[in-house]
């Protein structure tokens, strides 16, 4: 699974777990979005399993042991293809076979239970111990089968839950993969208030697990835990993943009244807006002083940016030269932060085997460099490496007709905001319109990637390309230009979220709503009120 197809497919999940949760009138979005990268990267990614044949005898197995995100669960199910998305719209509804707490499919049970599900998940603290009993099993039958289980921090609190982990542990089941969804928030309140669960990784490794901990909406980082807790032999693995509850929505992130609380329906076109709208940002490392491109990554990777920009300019498409595949080589080792390769390059059709092999997560290649069948190449090698491809267009140049047939499995266009090949250039306001009717007109005929803005990006700039319908922003000089990267991407987080305030607000008006979604919003939209001139309108709302 391509990296951008990955991300879109999570979107996807969180959509259509609102959209029932809403439909509802009740549920748990904060469990749902929380657990959405996890079950996201298991299904998309990692796990064997056939959607068309859920008994599959060699599928691997998931227990969702927090139950309560069946919202979340349902919705990654159907994006995997295991029944249609609509479905999950009748969540919690007299007669649907999605209700609040999931039910183990069987051929005998066929109207009132799901496919795909493995394990009737409602009680708190039992789905490990279900869990182990599978991965016992199968390593008493010799099978290879995975077992992945999903565990709550509040379920923690059961006594179950560490009976099940001596268990595990005994048994040497290193077939066996739990995962933690550490997200610090339960029923009614903060876990840390209500039963204090660090030191979690000592817990785990002193009941003779391994144990990974990783940031649990990062996929890079889950993907890799996963990969390493393949190699792990004579033990159980645990990978702590850190979430924020009910992440993806801001008023609803890290807020326990939202544990088990639906959103009024009224809301839900905002919602989806707001969850459609997802922000990357991907610094580029030529830019700024010189000085190893390995401590530039781990400058801004430990400011929790979203990917890495690699322009490889080769002296002769673009008149400047920077590096090339050897280099992107050396550098995967260094971060399991995403690629965002960008190659103005001469026939890079040519060249392209190279920067799959360098492991690059995303390529972009431009358009003015290759013909409509050459591109059809690149694409297809591509998808087949699992990398997601993309296309450039210079400021002066139109979008190729015959890009039209490619879009289904098009992740990422870059509209160039500058003339690519120098550094340090003035973003050009004129391309502003042009990246309108691209995002339009090409949505229109499919496309359901990210449009890329590249050059010039900065603080000031990066709200009118949001506006223009840009959600990924590549930023040179704006992070490594100042000095202080820190505030640098504090700022452009800080205008990114005011852009899309002012885009959900503007939606809540149109639909008659915006009091009523103020008020919802209120604590988020006080640090912005200035910026968006709605001072008086908060201080009115009781």
């Keep these: 699974m391509r990296y951008l197809d990955l991300k879109r497919r999570i979107r996807d999940v969180r959509m259509w777990a609102i959209q029932g949760i809403a439909e509802a009138g009740s549920g748990h979005p904060g469990a749902s979005f929380s657990a959405a990268e996890i079950m996201g990267t298991l299904y998309f990614r990692k796990m064997r399993h056939d959607p068309s044949n859920p008994s599959w005898e060699e599928r691997d197995y998931f227990i969702n042991s927090k139950a309560h995100s069946a919202p979340g669960f349902y919705s990654t199910l159907a994006v995997a293809g295991y029944f249609a998305p609509e479905e999950v719209k009748t969540l919690r509804k007299l007669g649907s076979r999605l209700q609040g707490h999931p039910v183990r499919y069987s051929d005998h049970q066929k109207h009132h239970s799901v496919p795909g599900v493995e394990y009737s998940g409602g009680s708190e603290g039992i789905g490990l111990s279900v869990g182990i009993g599978i991965a016992l099993a199968n390593k008493l039958d010799g099978k290879k089968n995975k077992v992945f289980v999903l565990i709550g921090d509040g379920e923690s609190n059961e006594g179950q839950i560490w009976e099940a982990s001596m268990a595990a542990g005994k048994f040497k089941l290193d077939n066996l993969v739990a995962i933690l969804d550490r997200n610090r928030i339960q029923q009614d309140g903060f876990t840390e208030d209500i039963m204090p669960l660090d030191p979690t990784k000592d817990k785990w490794a002193a009941f003779n697990w391994q144990v990974f901990e990783v940031d649990g909406h990062k996929v890079e980082q889950l993907v890799d835990a996963l990969n390493k807790a393949a190699r792990v032999h004579d033990k159980p693995v645990m990978i702590i993943a850190n979430t924020i509850k009910g992440n993806g929505i801001r008023h609803m992130a890290n807020n326990p009244q939202w544990h088990g609380k639906a959103p009024p329906k009224r809301h ?275």
Excluded at 320 to 339: E, G, H, Q, W, Y
Aim: charged letters at 25%.
């Design 268 to 542: 839900t076109e905002v919602l989806l807006e707001e969850l459609d709208s997802e922000c990357l940002i991907a610094p580029s490392i030529i830019a700024g002083e010189r000085e190893n491109y390995e401590d530039k990554i781990r400058k801004v990777e430990r400011e929790g940016v979203d990917m890495i920009h690699l322009d490889v300019m080769d002296g002769r498409f673009v008149p400047n030269t920077t590096f090339f595949a050897d280099t992107i080589k050396k550098l995967r080792t260094s971060t399991s932060l995403p690629f965002d390769a960008h190659l103005m390059i001469e026939r890079p059709l040519e060249q392209i085997q190279e920067y799959i092999d360098a492991r690059c997560d995303i390529i972009t290649v431009h358009a003015e460099a290759c013909t409509e069948n050459e591109f059809r190449e690149i694409q297809e090698r591509l998808i087949d490496a699992g990398i997601s491809p993309g296309i450039a267009i210079n400021p002066g140049t139109a979008v190729p007709k015959w890009l039209y047939g490619c879009l289904h499995d098009l992740d990422v266009i870059i509209v160039m905001s500058v003339n690519p090949g120098f550094a340090g250039q003035k973003f050009i306001p004129e391309v502003l319109p042009k990246m309108v009717a691209v995002n339009k007109e090409l949505r229109e005929h499919g496309f359901r990637g990210y449009i890329e803005a590249d050059g010039g990006i900065d603080a000031t700039t990066l709200q009118y390309a949001y506006d223009a319908g840009a959600r990924i922003f590549v930023a040179g000089a704006a992070v490594y230009g100042g000095g202080d990267i820190h505030s640098a991407v504090i700022q452009l987080r800080h205008k990114a979220a005011v852009a899309l305030e002012k885009r959900l607000l503007n939606h809540a008006t149109q639909l008659n709503i915006r009091p009523d979604w103020m008020k919802a919003r209120k604590h988020i939209l006080i640090p912005y009120a200035n910026e968006l001139g709605i001072e008086e309108e908060l201080h009115a709302i009781k």
